[in-house]
């Protein structure tokens, strides 16, 4: 989770910049720590918090 949240922050921290090429490492890391949210963090979580973990991930892609 740390790590997304870390992707998220870089990412948000890219938008405002000019350069592509940063944005599009962010934008693979993002993509790097997705499996990583999916495979490892959310194994041991509730249903109600993988319903909202879902929910924040798909207001990310939707922003992204």
Known sequence: VLLGLFVL???CWCL???DNTVRIVAIS???ISLPNLFVYDIA???TI???VV???LGALLLVA
């Open 29 to 31: 890391l993002f993509g």
């Open 16 to 18: 405002g910049k000019d």
């Open 9 to 11: 922050v870089f990412i």
């Open 49 to 51: 918090a993988k319903t």
């Open 44 to 46: 041991g979580m509730s």
């Open 54 to 56: 879902m929910i924040t």
